[in-house]
């Protein structure tokens, strides 16, 4: 005989029990390890997705302009490359529209289409096209079917620039193919993305020459140095060998494009320009910050005097009167700014005239004459307005420029080459030809057609480079061109090239495939939400396994009482009884982990099915991994011994005499001092709760976190309270006459037991109320200013960016549309800039590493709206204004949505995160607030000035917010909405109410929540059907004190009555204190209003906690009503 | 193996209750002194505190006040483990209820008793083999309590209450469950062996025939004992 021997005996001889015991721990383990395992298959398949999307390619560098496909060969034949990398392919990426040909009810476009071209990798025949399913169901066409295609025109020039073509002749093309191939399935032909998201994008792969031949723009009077159409590209795609496929291998392929590239390749060109002079140039007019850094100092190492150039079009030069109104003036003269003006330097207050300029008949112009400029330049909106250099900021020339000199028609001072190409105006033989920019009015007859006949676009006026920077440079970039001796041009062009890196030109790879597969492990553990979501189910199983344990311990009580009476130690009594719990934990924990993975299968079914809304895809796939059976196993193994625990510390406490005697628990002193101890602790979690309630007035909490969990710590006070009553034996009441009286007195016989079963009904209470308060309710009215959508409707979302306002008639024929049309004007539109990234809202379930971000516009800053959750501290009551301040570390103040700081980004207001701008250069950003359940989830938003600096290539409105006038009605919006779609089509447009986008989002939380619902309920049902167990089982314990209630007279009814009295009192105090504490733990989240709470819904539910519970009594009534006989009596 | 001498002083010992109202004084005062080889009947009417004294001399429950020693052992001053060792190696019981464990054998209830003190050696199985046999369930040995008559389970009772060669053996109602053929029978092997060990015996009985087999007996009546002093 031993110890082991004993345990062994005992496990089998109390079999039954004990595999009720052990299928609770299987529950338990199931669960648990189930939910680890949702998550790992959750990570898993993210991270299967992100590598079958990339197919192939594991390092991707993508511009904003367009380079010559020569740069991908050069980079190849980098002797680094071939040992490290495979291959390196070219391509041309555009994101855009599409449309069937269809029409009436069968015309179906859609926009947010990936169009790429990659000869070599994918080829597609002329004229034809592969779209993904995807793409083809939204567009509802098969193969042979002929689309159009709408993609964006690639310009060099910036679309901020002054001379920018913003029309939309000049920004978007249709490009008309067919169907040749559909591709299914989940390789990457039709899966291919370099975002990192779960959601299925729509693709088409269409022949490169196709598309270089819509979105190549060739603008007049341009530079031979631009690639050549069939070489034009703007994506390389490489992928490596096995260990470069990460970010030291995206380091090496760097510094190979940094020895690869040439000056071509940023658009850069040193040529000579006169005789003696060479100037660098760039392709895209201007040079861009860090070239013209790059270029002062390659002028300073090879140690010669650059000269600046910056060029502009002024419309007037005005010389002032004595009384400072214009005396004479010439109109769209060329002007200069240069480091060294014709005749020597200038100060910032002093201007030069050519003697054309200066002539009696124009200016009529001395030297100390007083000078002012008026020129147009870009509005927040793109509009251009005329600005005077009289109102520039930061210059000396408020009152004017003061003419220092008047120079010669020779040299500098008549010299064409100082202004770099103007589409549509330096291409022109004569001013009359001139086609300027969109809302650049030109009025002819004042212009000075006899100068342009002989000198074309050289500059007439010319000012100090610094004035010149300070009055119309921009993001973008300040000079136009720097001239340097032509016999320095070599050393400069080689000084030029050691300093310039492909990051200016917004080149770098990035390890693409490694920072896909990274952000799969998604802001969220799915295995943690799904462990909080089946904490009821493991909760319930928990507590059903400490009740079926105590049970068999109260049970057996006379043979433990035997053991300590032979001598066998306390410690020792625990230690057997601990051994039996844990041999039972490892076969009921390995029995679990076959249910883990049945369960764990099915969520993932749920998750393709029933809940797509919440995932977006349908590509998870199960994945289990040892590491996560063994996590799973042990972590049942721990549950299953944490819910033993307490039976078996008090078996440790319990008297060998009583415990002989049949009684089990501690001896009344010791109940007495335990139950002072649980008043005490009962006390201090009630006082613990008045603290967490009072705690958001302080602003420690949220009034929803202060109160919900203090809603849970009142719970948990009053089953504390409850339990130290009943152990004091002071819950019993005085047996009166009713036998009801002696039912309800019963229930405090065994207070442990009872204390369970009501903690058990309380949690499902508890938990059912919460969620139903949780549930998002309607979208609320989105026409109020302080909406989640802030008074905007709707919400217009372009791929090509619109470039013209839609509130001016300007910005209208900018875009195509008829200006006078009367239904643009039933609404007002806010444009907003993006900067393309991640969508970093609820449903895209990656890891944000670079996120979308919005430009505000001041007009909405000042207008303010929305509703704010958060903040960081400030006195200002417009907290949009928390965008302008300035800080004093340079971080970037955003907002973004509360739900995605908190729930994926992890960010608190005053919280600081990192993002690369253009050039791949790292800024801080800081979080100064969040906006509560607003349409902007998917992006951070940023003050448009600071954007601009960061994103200067991202130009134009990639969203418009539409807020609708007096007295438009919603059919008036709807026939807007619809309007827009079809007449920006070609900008592939998506217009839809903000309500539908903020339905969206709450769809998400709500599937989280009917999930969290569906597996409560399966705890539920647990749970009471544990309950009905052991309340059986107590029964039939009973069965000799129910048999002589019998013997003494008791009829079957009354014996019925005093069952039913005993347990639904334990059924309504369960649900009741759970609804009670939960009602008050919600209260703040219901008065809100956000989360309207639908009564009878919860009614209804909690109705069905008390029926389930009910039918539970009913079997063991049916058990107390039958026959007894005197053998039962003598069961005593 | 035989121990010491040890003598059993019970001094003054009371027993109180805690009520609702005025604790309940269930010993009054109970005084006892035995030496090795004593035997004593306890009798007196129910609710007495029979088998509270029981339950205090075998240490299961501790007294209000007064004191009690085996040899020089005051076992309440001991810590649990110490006052577990002590019951293991001292005390033998036998209960009315027999309380055998219903899934062990009648060999492996009697190990029971060498468990408790630590492990089971071959001296142990040995002397439970012999002990079996003197009491004539040698071929029972390996049958479940369910299997046994009261009778048999009853002198398994025994043999483990002496397996440990106990200095003090108490019996409570030894007899009490069986009918009076096998009660007698029981009584005379129990009493038989106890004298063979030379244990002090202590044994509770309502039955006049045990106590007059027993020898001396004492009357505990309202908490109080008579003649309790040798």
Avoid at chain 1, 662 to 673: C, S
Avoid at chain 2, 189 to 213: C, D, N, P, W
């Amino acid at each position: 005989m031993t110890s082991l021997g004993l345990i062994l005996r005992n496990l089998w001889h109390f079999r039954r029990q004990n595999l009720a015991i052990a299928a609770g721990m299987a529950v338990a383990t199931a669960a648990l390890a189930g939910a680890l395992m949702v998550g790992d298959s959750v990570r898993v398949s993210l991270r299967d997705l992100a590598i079958r999307r990339l197919g192939p390619v594991d390092h991707a560098m993508s511009t904003a302009a367009p380079f010559d496909a020569d740069l991908g060969e050069r980079l190849a034949a980098d002797p680094a490359f071939a040992a490290h990398f495979k291959r390196c392919i070219a391509g041309l990426s555009v994101r855009g529209g599409a449309s069937n040909r269809k029409s009436g009810a069968q015309a179906a476009q859609t926009a947010g289409v990936s169009i790429l071209a990659l000869d070599g990798w994918m080829d597609v025949a002329p004229g034809r096209c592969v779209i993904n399913r995807t793409l083809a169901e939204d567009l509802n066409v098969a193969v042979g079917d002929p689309i159009d295609l709408t993609v964006p025109m690639l310009s060099d020039l910036p679309l901020d620039s002054l001379m920018a073509r913003r029309q939309r002749q000049n920004r978007a093309a249709v490009l008309r193919v067919t169907v040749g191939t559909i591709a299914d399935g989940d390789g990457w032909e039709a899966t291919f993305s370099l975002q990192s998201s779960q959601r299925a994008e729509r693709l088409a792969w269409v022949n490169a020459g196709d598309l270089r031949a819509k979105v190549v723009r060739r603008p007049r009077g341009r530079a031979t140095s631009q690639p050549a159409v069939a070489r034009v590209c703007n994506l390389l795609l490489v992928q490596a060998r096995a260990d470069s496929a990460g970010k030291e291998g995206a380091v090496t392929l760097n510094e190979a494009l940094g020895r690869a590239m040439n000056l071509g390749d940023l658009g850069l060109e040193i040529a000579p320009v006169e005789p003696g002079t060479a100037a660098l140039t760039s392709r895209r007019t201007y040079l861009g910050p860090g070239i013209e850094q790059a270029a002062r100092d390659a002028a300073e190492a090879a140690g010669v005097q650059p000269q600046l150039v910056s060029v502009y079009l002024a419309n007037a030069v005005n010389r002032a009167a004595a009384d400072g109104r214009p005396a004479a003036s010439i109109h769209y003269a060329v002007v200069a700014g240069l480091s060294e003006p014709p005749g020597g330097a200038v100060g910032p207050d002093e201007i030069v005239l050519n003697e054309w300029a200066a002539g009696a008949d124009r200016l009529n112009a001395r030297v100390g004459d007083t000078v002012r400029l008026s020129y147009y330049r870009r509005g927040p909106g793109g509009e251009l307005v005329e600005q005077s250099s009289a109102d520039a900021p930061s210059t000396s020339a408020g009152q004017g420029f003061r003419v220092a000199r008047i120079v010669p028609m020779a040299g500098l001072g008549a010299d064409r080459k100082l202004t770099p190409s103007f589409e549509g105006m330096t291409d022109a033989a004569t001013i009359g030809q001139w086609d300027p920019p969109a809302g650049m009015h030109i009025d002819r007859k004042l212009a000075d057609e006899a100068y342009w006949d002989r000198y074309g676009p050289a500059p007439q006026v010319f000012v100090n480079v610094r004035t010149a920077e300070r009055l119309w440079g921009d993001v973008f970039g300040d000079l136009t061109s720097v001239r340097v001796p032509a016999a320095s041009a070599e050393a400069f062009a080689a000084e030029l090239r050691r300093r310039v890196t492909p990051m200016m030109g917004g080149m770098f790879f990035r390890p693409v495939k490694a920072q896909n597969v990274a952000a799969a492990d998604g802001p969220t553990d799915f295995g943690q939400i799904f462990i909080g979501m089946s904490f009821y189910l493991i909760a319930a199983a928990g507590l059903l396994v400490a009740l079926l344990f105590g049970l068999g311990i109260e049970q057996r009580s006379r043979q433990i009482g035997l053991l300590g009476a032979l001598g066998f130690g306390r410690g020792r009594v625990r230690r057997l009884a601990l051994a039996e719990a844990a041999a039972l934990a490892v076969v009921g924990a390995s029995v679990g982990l076959a249910g883990a993975a049945g369960y764990s299968w099915l969520v993932m079914a749920g998750l393709r099915t029933w809940w797509v809304a919440a995932v977006g895809t349908t590509q998870l796939h199960l994945a289990v991994t040892p590491a996560t059976v063994a996590t799973g196993w042990a972590a049942g193994v721990a549950v299953a011994l944490l819910a033993v625990s307490g039976a078996v510390w008090r078996l440790g406490r319990a008297e060998a005499a009583a415990l002989l005697a049949g009684a089990w628990g501690v001896p009344t002193m010791a109940r007495r001092r335990g139950g002072r101890v649980g008043r005490v602790a009962g006390v201090l979690m009630a006082a613990g709760t008045v603290g967490l309630f009072v705690a958001p007035m302080a602003g420690g909490l949220s009034p929803q976190a202060g109160f919900l969990s203090g809603g849970g710590l009142l719970l948990a006070a009053a089953l504390v309270l409850l339990a130290t009553r009943w152990r004091a034996g002071r819950g019993s009441r005085k047996v009166g006459a009713a036998v009801v009286s002696l039912g309800l007195a019963n229930a405090s016989r065994n207070p442990g037991r009872s204390v369970l079963a009501v903690g058990l009904l309380a949690l499902a209470a508890f938990s059912l109320v919460t969620v139903a308060a949780f549930r998002e309710g309607e979208v609320s009215d989105t026409s109020r200013k302080t909406s989640g959508a802030g008074g905007f409707t709707a919400i217009l979302q372009a791929d090509i960016p619109l470039a013209g306002d839609l509130n001016t008639a300007d910005g209208r024929l900018a875009l195509g549309l008829d200006a006078n049309d009367p239904i643009w004007s039933d609404a007002t539109y806010v444009g907003m800039r993006l900067a393309p990234g991640q969508d970093i809202s609820c449903l895209n379930l990656t890891r944000p590493t670079h996120p979308a971000i919005l430009g505000v516009p001041e007009a909405m800053i000042l207008r303010g709206g929305f509703a704010f959750a958060r903040n960081i501290d400030t006195q200002q009551e417009n907290r949009w204004l928390l965008l302008t301040d300035a800080s004093a570390d340079d971080a970037i103040p955003v907002i973004a949505d509360d739900d995605t700081a908190t729930y994926l980004l992890k960010l608190a207001p005053g919280d600081t995160m990192s993002v690369a701008d253009a050039g791949g250069h790292a800024h801080t950003l800081r979080l100064v607030a969040t906006l509560k359940g607003s349409i902007f989830q998917g992006q951070l938003l940023m003050a448009d000035a600071r954007f601009r600096s960061l994103f200067p290539a991202d130009a134009g409105d990639g969203v418009v917010l539409i807020e609708p006038k007096a007295g438009v009605t919603p059919a008036g919006m709807a026939e807007l909405r619809r309007r827009l779609s079809a007449s920006l089509a070609d900008f592939a447009v998506r217009v839809e109410p903000t309500a539908d986008r903020l339905a969206r989002y709450q769809e998400v939380a709500n599937t989280y929540l009917a999930t969290f619902q569906l597996l409560g309920a399966l705890g539920l049902l647990l749970g009471t059907a544990g309950l009905a167990v052991v309340l059986v089982r107590s029964l039939i314990e009973r069965r000799s004190e129910l048999a002589l209630l019998a013997a003494m007279g008791f009829a079957p009814g009354r014996r019925l009555l005093l069952v039913v009295a005993e347990n639904a009192w334990l059924l309504l105090l369960g649900v009741l204190l759970g609804t009670v504490t939960a009602g008050l733990g919600v209260a703040p989240t219901v008065a809100t209003g956000a989360h309207p709470l639908n009564f009878a819904a919860l009614a209804a539910s909690l109705g069905g906690v008390l029926l389930v519970g009910l039918l539970a009594l009913v079997v063991a009534a049916r058990l107390a009503a039958r026959h007894y006989t005197p053998a039962d009596l003598r069961r005593e | 193996m035989s121990g010491t001498p040890d003598s059993l002083v019970v001094d003054q010992v009371t027993r109180d209750y805690p009520t609702a109202g005025e604790p309940l004084r269930v010993l009054r005062g109970v005084s006892l002194r035995m030496t090795p080889g004593d035997r004593v009947a306890v009798v007196g009417p129910s609710g007495s505190g029979k088998s509270t004294l029981l339950n205090i001399l075998g240490t299961l429950d501790r007294p209000t006040t007064g004191s009690v020693r085996l040899g020089a052992t005051d076992p309440f001053a001991l810590g649990a483990r110490e006052l577990a060792a002590f019951r293991a190696s001292r005390i033998g019981f036998v209960f009315q209820e027999h309380h055998l464990l219903g899934q062990c054998t009648a060999l492996e209830n009697v190990l029971l008793a060498p468990l408790a003190r630590g492990r089971v050696d071959d001296a142990a199985r040995n002397r439970a083999a012999a002990l079996l046999e003197r009491v004539g369930l040698t071929d029972r040995a390996g049958h479940l309590p369910s299997e046994l008559s009261g009778g048999e389970r009853q002198r398994v009772a025994i043999v483990r209450a002496l397996m440990n060669e106990p200095s003090l053996l108490l019996a409570d109602e030894p007899t009490g469950n069986l009918d009076a053929q096998s009660g007698r029978r029981v009584g005379d092997l129990f009493l038989e062996l106890a004298r063979e060990s030379g244990a002090i015996l202590v044994v509770v009985t309502h039955s006049a025939a045990l106590a007059e087999q027993v020898g001396r007996s004492l009357r505990l009546e309202g908490g109080v004992l008579t003649d309790g002093t040798q």
